[in-house]
């Protein structure tokens, strides 16, 4: 008899989730969300945050901060003076543009490739590119890349966690190597996203943060350790040391002699989604999808990788918590959407199966669906999910 999948406590996120849900008084996210706080009256920190930024941020002085900030680092050579992180979406597309623009730098876009490019992710890639930024992209060793992609999906729950360990590290090393001190990503997803909230008066985050806040917890060397020891399809013949480099941040001594640091464009501008996308479309000819996203009713966040959906439906599993919920928690927060409006939006699409690239999902990690199941139930908590008449649903809905 074929042996149940059980999976590993690589993902050390989980043990800490509260056992009875709560959802925020003012927007949809639940206290299932890793790190997120709750005040006395029941609000989320990314509530908050939304209300601190409001009120409590005087912008005028950030973007002074800003101003400084480029003063001191613009080269007058013609070379690069910032690296910037980029798919060609619409956030990284508006902070490129700004930094080049309107302050004047010297953009060096830098691309970790995609698992599976959409055909607009990769037109979106172009067109930014096309809109005047020279682009770095890496395409890590495939073998390689798709073995950890199944390694991540069945023991962290996330096949999409092997493209963020490169998408945290590759600009660091791309700034090492071409001695640019200075590198800017989007938003501080913890601050805005209801994470951990004390980055909010911080305009960087130091890279020793990154296991903890935005790796589950889980080192490469503690993934890959585990990878050929318990699974067949893993092995050490897959790949050579080199083809590691760019999943792990480079040496500490480097970033911290040449003083590289990453910051992050939100402590600057008030960061709103919407209004990025406006502005993409205005200056890079940023294209919206002509449809929805499965699991959610935008068009216009995270088309560039087939393998987008499941990443977001993986979440739904594990915390109750999909791509809707999101976006919903974003608007609310933004004064574009109720409450009530917000709980009837995620109420339909929250934990949508995204069937689209679904095939896609199991031809790259080389599993069946029969195996893709047996992963999935595994990581739905007693806590969170129950079976009724055959079928798994949710123990506590939106309230």
């Not at 003063?71 to 070379?79: A, E, F, L, W």
Request: with cysteine; hydrophobic share 30%; charged share 30%.
């Amino acid at each position: 008899m074929k042996e149940k999948f059980k999976r590993s406590g690589l993902e050390k996120q989980i043990p800490n989730l509260p056992q009875e849900v709560k959802y925020c008084s003012k927007c949809v996210v639940s206290n299932q969300r890793p790190r997120i706080m709750f005040d006395d009256d029941g609000v989320c920190c990314g509530c908050k945050n939304a209300e601190y930024k409001q009120n409590g941020i005087d912008w005028e002085k950030r973007e002074k901060e800003l101003q400084e900030l480029c003063d001191k680092h613009r080269r007058s050579d013609g070379y690069w003076d910032v690296v910037i992180p980029s798919s060609g979406g619409k956030d990284s597309a508006f902070v490129a543009h700004q930094l080049k623009h309107k302050y004047g730098m010297n953009p060096l876009t830098v691309t970790w490739s995609p698992f599976l490019y959409t055909d607009i992710g990769y037109r979106n890639f172009q067109n930014l590119r096309d809109a005047g930024f020279t682009n770095l992209k890496c395409s890590p060793n495939g073998k390689l890349h798709r073995k950890l992609a199944r390694l991540c999906f069945e023991e962290l729950g996330d096949a999409f966690h092997a493209f963020v360990m490169g998408q945290l590290h590759y600009a660091l090393h791309i700034a090492n190597k071409f001695d640019i001190d200075l590198v800017f990503y989007g938003e501080n997803g913890e601050v805005e996203y209801a994470g951990d909230p004390s980055g909010a008066d911080r305009p960087y985050r130091p890279v020793s943060e990154f296991t903890h806040n935005l790796l589950k917890g889980c080192t490469l060397e503690e993934l890959i350790e585990y990878g050929l020891k318990n699974k067949d399809y893993f092995t050490k013949d897959d790949y050579q040391d080199c083809d590691l480099i760019f999943y792990n941040p480079p040496p500490k001594e480097d970033v911290e002699k040449k003083d590289i640091k990453i910051h992050y464009y939100s402590y600057y501008h008030k960061w709103i989604p919407q209004e990025n996308y406006y502005y993409a479309v205005e200056n890079t000819n940023f294209e919206a999808n002509p449809e929805r996203s499965e699991g959610t009713y935008s068009k216009y966040a995270s088309l560039d990788d087939r393998l987008d959906g499941m990443h977001y439906y993986m979440r739904y599993i594990k915390f109750g918590l999909g791509r809707a919920i999101e976006d919903v928690s974003h608007e609310i927060r933004a004064g574009h959407l109720t409450r009530e409006e917000g709980i009837a939006l995620a109420s339909r699409y929250d934990g949508e199966f995204p069937k689209k690239y679904f095939k896609d999902f199991l031809e790259y990690l080389d599993i069946t669906e029969e195996h893709f199941w047996e992963v999935v139930d595994s990581y739905r908590l007693p806590h969170l999910w129950e079976q009724v008449n055959g079928v798994w649903q949710l123990k506590s809905r939106i309230v």
